[in-house]
């Protein structure tokens, strides 16, 4: 196990027994443990139609490492992480999270992941605070006002929670997808372009989340930017 | 430290597999009323369903009175079967054209990624389900009152009318829900929905014509039971299946 997960801790906010409120059902049975979530790709493959976008992908994160996907345009980064959050099936190989050695059914695998990426898009028609709100609920996550304010916050969109997403722009529109994947304290976080649109404050929104991801969950980015590839300990280039 | 925590979540997880059958339902029932909920805010701000199915059920009211308005004061067999034909065409077209939104939008707005990602497959599908049940009804009072005023429909039996409405309007709800799911990803979703609506909708809506002729004639409740026990027969054996299809489509 890779460092102290900064999260809350059953046994003294909770009676024995009963489920977190902050984490009931899954995150609670499972990250809250403090087990480690391993994430294993073994000979994974990737097609467009015909043409193969990469294949025999393999490697091994656990807890507290940060993976730099990169690669030409077309390489297949969006779908290498789309496949790791479930959003796709592999050509070929298999994609297993674990945790404390236990392997997940695929459907519950996609309850540890939180996912940002271009194509990933909340309701234009609600606020910000009503996209929160409303996915908290389908992910049984019982969030009080204060408690979306602070996510709010912490991706630098505090007091413009009540406004409509379509009224955002681009910049915050990225920031809500942080909050987005932020929600449900998911152990693995996949950043496709994590500092599209952001600007200063958005980009130091991202390090803030990646450092705070990294004391004890993964992190997968997938990016061109140069300055992003600092953020991994591993890199795996696609399209070599 | 850690021995105590592995303790406590293993009871947890005992209790929770013990009572996994009602805390499920639980969930997946207040997940489903978040989807109906947001489903419903959003109609409400954008207005898209509810305007193609109200602005279809009155032109189809206005076109049949302007066109066979006379067809309302005959109260021969054919006249009221031709009137419930008149009714239920109106009904099923507008369903067609506005039923299939639930899912399409999702697609074509691109949030479904986010929602597979957060909700659990069943909420979805119940979500999605009862706002095509709500829309439905307002379609089918609006489309009668418009009816009634313009063609000046008789009504025989209201009871077995409502009846006869609610029953039918639940199998082309069931129907159209599960359908605009598999819909949703193809590239031809209004020519395929149709297509794939046709053997699944007809019938019911062959009984249901049949039924509300009756209710506007001199038909009373007793003689439209058999007609409600197929209706609803049909739509619990389309619900079912729905539910045990869905995750499927869902996760295609």
């Not at chain 1, 909050?179 to 996949?190: C, I, K, Q, R, T």
């Not at chain 2, 609006?142 to 000046?152: D, G, K, Q």
């Not at chain 2, 129907?175 to 297509?195: C, Q």
Request: hydrophobic content about 50%.
């Amino acid at each position: 196990m890779s460092g102290q997960p900064a999260l809350c801790n059953p046994t003294s906010r909770t009676p024995p027994g009963r489920v977190c409120e902050h984490h009931p059902g899954f995150q609670f049975l499972c990250y809250n443990r403090q087990v480690e979530t391993r994430l294993t790709v073994e000979g994974v493959a990737a097609t467009y139609g015909a043409r193969r976008v990469f294949a025999d992908v393999s490697l091994e994160l656990s807890g507290g490492e940060v993976l730099v996907v990169s690669g030409a345009n077309g390489s297949g980064k969006s779908t290498f992480l789309r496949l790791l959050a479930g959003l796709q099936r592999p050509e070929a190989g298999q994609i297993v999270y674990r945790c404390g050695g236990q392997a997940l059914d695929p459907r519950d695998a996609a309850r540890l992941i939180g996912w940002v990426a271009p194509d990933l898009m909340l309701y234009r028609e609600l606020t910000g605070r009503e996209n929160l709100r409303f996915f908290a609920e389908v992910r049984r996550l019982h969030l009080d006002d204060g408690a979306i304010e602070a996510l709010l916050e912490r991706v630098g969109l505090a007091g413009r929670g009540d406004e409509r997403l379509a009224t955002y722009s681009s910049g915050m529109a990225q920031r809500l997808r942080y909050a987005y994947a932020l929600l449900h304290h998911p152990p693995v976080l996949l950043l496709d372009e994590p500092g599209l649109t952001l600007d200063e404050r958005g980009t130091a929104v991202v390090e803030r989340v990646i450092a705070e991801q990294r004391r004890s969950g993964i992190v997968v980015v997938a990016t061109n930017d140069p300055r992003e590839l600092r953020y991994g300990d591993l890199l795996l280039r696609l399209g070599t | 430290m850690h021995k105590e925590l592995d303790q406590n979540v293993a009871g947890v997880e005992r209790e929770e597999l013990e009572a996994s059958g009602s805390l499920g339902v639980r969930a997946v029932l207040g997940a489903s009323w978040a989807v109906f909920v947001k489903d419903l805010r959003t109609e409400l701000r954008t207005r898209y369903a509810i305007n193609v199915l109200v602005l279809f059920a009155a032109c189809a009211a206005v076109a049949v009175s302007l066109g066979v308005g006379f067809i309302g004061l005959r109260r021969t067999d054919e006249a009221l079967l031709i009137q419930a034909t008149l009714l239920w065409i109106a009904l099923l077209f507008a369903a067609l054209n506005g039923l299939s939104r639930g899912f399409v939008q999702e697609e074509e707005t691109r949030t479904m990624a986010a929602l597979r990602l957060a909700a659990p497959p069943l909420a979805v599908y119940l979500g999605k389900f009862l706002l095509n049940v709500l829309l439905l009804a307002v379609l089918e009072a609006i489309t009668s009152l418009l009816f009634i005023v313009l063609v000046r429909v008789q009504v025989g039996s209201p009871l077995a009318l409502i009846g006869t409405l609610a029953a039918g309007g639940l199998s082309l709800a069931t129907a159209t829900t599960i359908l605009a799911a598999i819909i949703a990803r193809a590239s031809f979703k209004s020519a395929l929905f149709a297509v794939l609506a046709f053997p699944l909708i007809v019938p019911p809506l062959i009984v249901a014509i049949q039924s509300t002729a009756a209710a506007l004639g001199s038909g009373g409740l007793p003689q439209a039971v058999p007609a409600l026990q197929f209706l609803g027969a049909y739509s619990v054996a389309t619900f079912v299946a729905s539910l045990l299809l869905f995750r499927f489509v869902w996760e295609a």
